[in-house]
Structure formats: C-alpha cells, structure tokens
C-alpha cells in the first residue's frame, strides 16, 4: 500500500500542476490569463477574459485533476489517510504548480473535485452555499470563500472522518491564504462583482 499511496501521491500533484486555463486561453484565445483581469489561471478569470465556454472547461478540467487522483486512491487503496494526503497533493499542485514555476490558481475548482471525490453530498450543501452567497451579494470571492469555511463542518458532520476533516482543514487554510488579495479588496470595498 505505501508504494501505490506515494505513486499516487506523485500523480496527485502532478496531475493538479497541469495548467487547464492557461492551455485552453492560450490554445482557444488570444489571452494569457497571467497579464490581464486578476492574473489568474482560475475558471472565474478565464471566464472574464476569453469568454464562458472556456471559462466552464476550465471549472470542468480543474475539477477533474482533484476528482481523478481521490477517485483512484478510494479505489485502490481505501485508506481516509492515503485518500486525503492524495487529495492535497492534486489541491497542492494546482497552486503550486510544478510546470509555472510553483505559481498556480487559487485552488476553489480543485478543491471542489477533491471533494466530490470523497464526499459529494457535503458538495450539493456547499453548492447550495456558494451559490446563495454569490447571488445575494455578486461577489465569486466571497461565496468561495464561504464555501471553503463551511466544508471542513459539513465533512465533519456528514463522513466524521478525521483525516478528511484535516485536509479539508489545510485546504481552505490555502485557499483564504490565495485569495488575501480578495480580501483586502473586499474589505475596501474593490473587489469586483459577478454581472449576472
């Protein structure tokens, strides 16, 4: 088990470095997510500055690398610890991405993967959550950030398994610590809004 547990660790990170927004913009696009809008290779920035449908692939393709890598660990090794260190290693890699110089996205797609992964009712609830926040007050910063607080309860309320809860724990820690420069402009009234 711990040979496979690494290797997938390893896949894990690697597959999370892979840059879904930046090929998609590059390939599809005349715009480098990396100098225009929030400089980020996320869904939302892609949304804003090459359009929706790259946008939604770019959400589907960032989902997919945390997805994949949980998927396999919960088939091969069905382990809460091996799963959960192989979630944030795909988590890890999207942020730090081996392939940009360890200067990735903001990891809420990721994540989402990852948890759909081992906890997909906790999912629809935090959806639900995210979607309520972003409709009310247009703000995709706040509703995820709402979402990464809410996980860690819904997962210990839903699965009760403490290495979830960890990672879920580091996860939304990393992601507060990639959006700081959303929370300051929230917190000065900059950030900017979702035009529905």
């Known amino acids: ?4 547990g690494i290797g ?3 896949f894990g990170y690697l597959a999370g470095s892979f840059p879904t927004g930046l090929l998609l913009a590059r390939g599809f696009s005349d715009v480098d997510p990396r100098k225009e809008g929030s400089r980020n290779i996320g869904a939302t920035n892609i949304l804003r500055t090459a359009g929706k449908t790259l946008g939604i692939l770019t959400l589907l393709g960032d989902c997919l690398k945390g997805l994949i890598p949980v998927l ?4 091969l090794l069905k382990s809460d610890t091996w799963v959960s260190l192989i979630a944030l290693s795909a988590f890890a890699g999207h942020i730090f991405p081996l392939y940009l110089k360890f200067k990735g996205g903001k990891g809420v797609a ?3 993967g990852v948890y759909m992964g081992f906890v997909p009712l906790a999912v629809l609830i935090d959806a639900g959550i995210f979607f309520g926040v972003v409709l009310k007050w247009r703000f995709v910063s706040l509703g995820s950030l709402t979402a ?3 996980m860690p309860i819904l997962i210990a309320m839903l699965k ?7 990672a879920s724990l580091i996860i939304a820690g990393l992601i507060y610590y990639r959006h700081h420069e959303n929370i300051r402009r929230l917190l000065t009234g900059n ?3 979702l035009r529905l």
Do not use: C, D, R
């Open 110 to 112: 990721t994540a989402l």
């Open 72 to 75: 396999l660990a919960l088939w």
């Open 1 to 4: 088990m711990i040979i496979e």
């Open 160 to 166: 009760g398994s403490k290495p979830f809860v960890i």
């Open 8 to 10: 997938l660790v390893v």
């Open 148 to 150: 990464a607080a809410a």
């Open 191 to 193: 950030e900017n809004k």
